[in-house]
């Protein structure tokens, strides 16, 4: 939800367009994940309250090899505005090249930049969650990025991890240094690459990173564990960040950001969903995507990984639960969904983690990766993959 007015707990948080300042208000942003965030994901989010909403992933050199795929993946959905590209680099001159291209193609309003991919395809190549240990080589990154942008007016933002591993961390550094080159704002996932999705996140180093940045005036948006609008309302309360970034949270929930607009607003009301909303909110995403792929067969077979996400909790057959998990065609999908009794919505299981769940392990990374922080490497290119 975007307005002029501030919100009566949390203050909007601006985003710099060349257009003039843009509210995010209340500051809710939906994070950026592969395979998910696609435009008609996010057009779900938009119309339950996301004030800004990030593409997947998408590496730069694809994007300057013009894939096709990562072009389709950038299109914004009908009526989106910020256009908001989440890109992923190791190469300074690649980033670069990559936020130009999008500032002479006015293809994106708002760029962000991925230092917080656990995934072993990412960090083995020394990207995600592993590139900012290397100090020279993530400053040249976001410097490149800062720079490149600057004529167009196009604000860039990072998000970050706490770091590789409990002995490695490297957010207080890192935004720093991304802070002083002149970022929108910095992100942070508090866990450590290692620790993938596992446990708890670590909202304290969310406090720290706050009041680590506030002589630079650069604000910090938290993510971590937000599973319902009192989560993020908590967060905010508790760190002093400026925002939450929703990732997990929203899987299967996208009425999740109207539940944080209101918490968000002082009201203390539930925006939680009948199963008969739920359905058609699953109904809509079926349409959207099919549209989006031009492809009925692979708009459905996209589909099916979000039916145990929106049924969690509800009442169903173990029967119609597989069926839904091999829809293949719209008329099918309603079908099923009309078989549905109406339930109210399942709090004390919808609320609660979803989404990866992948138990933590040794960071994969380049040889020798660990040596000195400060060391100019010279690494291989990335992988031209169109998500991560």
Request: net charge neutral; glycine share 10%.
């Amino acid at each position: 939800m975007v307005s002029a007015t501030t919100s009566r707990l949390i203050n909007p948080l601006t985003l710099p367009l060349a257009s003039g300042p843009y509210l995010i208000d209340p500051p809710v942003v939906l994070a950026p994940m592969a395979g998910i965030t696609n435009a008609p994901f996010r057009m779900l989010c938009r119309e339950q309250g996301a004030g800004l909403f990030v593409s997947e992933m998408v590496t730069a050199r694809a994007l300057i090899e013009r894939r096709l795929e990562t072009l389709r993946m950038i299109l914004p959905g009908v009526g989106e505005w910020p256009r908001s590209v989440q890109l992923y680099s190791v190469d300074p001159v690649v980033m670069k090249a990559a936020v130009t291209m999008i500032g002479d193609e006015n293809l994106a309003d708002h760029i962000d930049m991925n230092f917080g991919c656990p995934v072993p395809k990412v960090t083995r190549k020394g990207g995600g969650a592993a590139l900012p240990y290397k100090r020279r080589l993530f400053t040249s990154i976001v410097a490149a990025a800062v720079e490149a942008a600057k004529p167009f007016g196009i604000p860039v933002t990072v998000k970050m991890r706490i770091g590789i591993d409990s002995d490695h961390e490297t957010y207080l550094y890192a935004a720093k240094s991304a802070a002083d080159l002149g970022v929108s704002w910095v992100g942070l996932h508090a866990r450590t690459a290692q620790q993938m999705y596992e446990g708890k996140s670590d909202w304290s180093a969310i406090t720290r990173l706050v009041e680590h940045l506030k002589p630079t005036g650069v604000p910090v948006l938290g993510n971590g564990d937000i599973w319902s609008g009192a989560d993020g309302l908590r967060m905010v309360e508790e760190t002093g960040c400026a925002g939450v970034i929703v990732g997990r949270g929203c899987l299967g929930r996208p009425w999740l950001f109207a539940d944080l607009v209101a918490a968000f607003n002082s009201d203390a009301t539930r925006q939680l969903p009948t199963l008969f909303k739920v359905r058609e909110i699953m109904y809509r995403h079926g349409e959207l995507i099919v549209d989006y792929f031009k492809s009925e067969d692979r708009g459905c077979r996209d589909l099916r990984k979000h039916m145990a996400w929106y049924l969690k909790g509800f009442r169903v057959p173990s029967e119609l639960r597989r069926q839904f998990g091999m829809v293949s065609t719209l008329k099918e999908f309603r079908l099923l969904l009309d078989q549905l009794t109406d339930q109210p919505y399942p709090s004390e299981v919808g609320d609660t983690p979803r989404g990866r769940t992948s138990h933590g392990r040794p960071v994969t990374l380049p040889d020798g990766w660990l040596n000195d922080p400060d060391e100019l490497v010279q690494i291989e290119l990335e992988d031209v993959f169109s998500g991560g």
